[in-house]
């Protein structure tokens, strides 16, 4: 099974970048695919982007599409997303997430992952 630590998270000025990272352990070879989702308080979890372990195929929700990258580095095991001209709707929750079932990357529910990281908070002022 998988175990993810998100970090990077922090306060950062509207317009401004911040960069996210997690970090995954188990076996790659069970690995489809790793995202990012967000929740702001008293708000559901709602998808950012995807990527695709293998041949790095990426997602994007069209709120964050133009202005978020999101990157897997398979040597560090480890999961990315740059954040770029933040804006205070960005405040949230940040957690990653990995699945292991092969589900087209298009999915974006969080019940098509399996294993969630404790997330990373990211707070935007304006």
């Known amino acids: 099974q998988e175990q993810l630590v998100e970090s990077g998270g922090g306060l950062v000025q509207a317009g401004g970048s911040l960069t996210l990272s997690c970090a995954a352990s188990?076996?790659?070879?069970?690995?489809?695919?790793m995202g990012w989702f967000r929740q702001a308080p008293r708000k559901e979890r709602e998808f950012v982007a995807a990527?695709?372990?293998?041949?790095?195929?990426?997602y994007y929700a069209d709120s964050v599409k133009g202005r978020f990258t999101i990157s897997r580095d398979n040597a560090k095991n480890t999961m990315y997303l740059q954040m770029n001209s933040l804006k205070s709707e960005d405040t949230a929750v940040y957690y990653c997430?990995?699945?292991?079932?092969?589900?087209?990357?298009?999915?974006?529910?969080?019940?098509?992952?399996?294993?969630w990281g404790q997330g990373t908070q990211v707070t935007v002022s304006s």
């Open positions: 188990g076996r790659t070879s069970s690995r489809y695919a």
């Open positions: 997430a990995a699945r292991t079932r092969p589900i087209i990357i298009r999915t974006t529910t969080p019940d098509s992952y399996d294993y």
């Open positions: 990527v695709s372990w293998r041949a790095g195929s990426t």
